[in-house]
């Protein structure tokens, strides 16, 4: 399957807010981004818009319309814990795709995916899922590579799964993520079985991919942040995506992305 590269904005967003100059902009850093091939625009803001800012969120929606992105297929996907206010910004922006985090207010970054075991949890995310689908809006669940989990998942009416992917990174950096890699192929299985979609991330990078992308073959898009800007330090944008693309082992043709399937 091709699978589709979203670049996370949030980082640059990161940077931009240490001063008040206004730069770097995340949404002309968006806009460059896709055109060197990127498939989609991740952004997740926080409570406390530590990075993205509640504006950015419509900002990037506005341009990814007025840019004819969005007629192009190009998806814009929002990911946090949804509280009122990530409701508000999804039914104001419709993005393509809402991924859903169960992050606290104060997380460092995400850390775990839904415990969807816990009948509360599934009583609090079945009428917001419903919610954001009467938006329009795809919905993901970010999940730990828990195989028995993801029956309940399909059963709460999510189209996908987001495989949190920071323990295999680890596994992957310490030399030995044959282990993990064989949780999250077993967990992949069962969501196909289950009929969902599967996406991933956190702390993926040009390094750990293809052997991720090797061992979870249906994997639908990766969403991409922090590594992918800190190579961008080095390589710029352009290169950036490529090298992505590449580990993704997808053929880009032309100036814009070429995968739809
Ligand atoms: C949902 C997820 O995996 C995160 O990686 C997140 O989108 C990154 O958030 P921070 O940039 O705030 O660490
Ligand atoms: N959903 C994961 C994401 O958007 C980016 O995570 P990371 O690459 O910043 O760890």
């Given at each position: 399957m091709t699978t589709k590269l979203s670049v996370n904005l949030n980082k640059v967003a990161l940077l931009r807010n240490?001063?008040?100059?206004?730069?770097?902009d995340p949404v002309a850093a968006g806009r460059t981004i896709l055109e060197a091939g990127a498939h989609g625009l991740t952004v997740h803001p926080r409570p406390d818009e530590r990075h993205i800012r509640r504006q950015d969120v419509y900002d990037l929606a506005t341009m990814l319309d007025k840019d004819g992105h969005k007629a192009r297929g190009i998806e814009y996907n929002l990911e946090g814990n949804p509280f009122d206010d990530f409701l508000t910004l999804c039914r104001e922006t419709r993005p393509d795709q809402a991924t859903l985090v169960p992050d606290a207010p104060d997380a460092a970054t995400s850390d775990n995916g839904w415990d969807v075991m816990d009948d509360a949890v599934r009583e609090r995310l079945r009428p917001l899922i419903s919610e954001l689908k009467s938006f329009g809006c795809r919905v993901s669940l970010f999940m730990?590579?828990?195989?028995?989990a993801m029956a309940r998942v399909a059963e709460l009416g999510a189209d996908r799964i987001e495989l949190y992917t920071g323990p295999y990174a680890d596994a992957f950096e310490a030399g030995n993520a044959d282990g993990q890699l064989a949780l999250y192929a077993a967990a992949a299985s069962a969501a196909v079985e289950a009929g969902l979609g599967i996406n991933a991330g956190h702390d993926l990078t040009t390094d750990n991919l293809p052997s991720f992308k090797a061992a979870v073959p249906d994997l639908a898009e990766v969403s991409i942040g922090h590594a992918f800007i800190a190579d961008a330090l080095w390589m710029g944008f352009g290169r950036t995506v490529e090298a992505y693309l590449e580990a993704l082992d997808v053929r880009r043709d032309g100036f814009l992305y070429s995968a739809n399937g």
């Open positions: 240490q001063r008040h100059v206004g730069y770097p730990n590579p828990d195989a028995a």
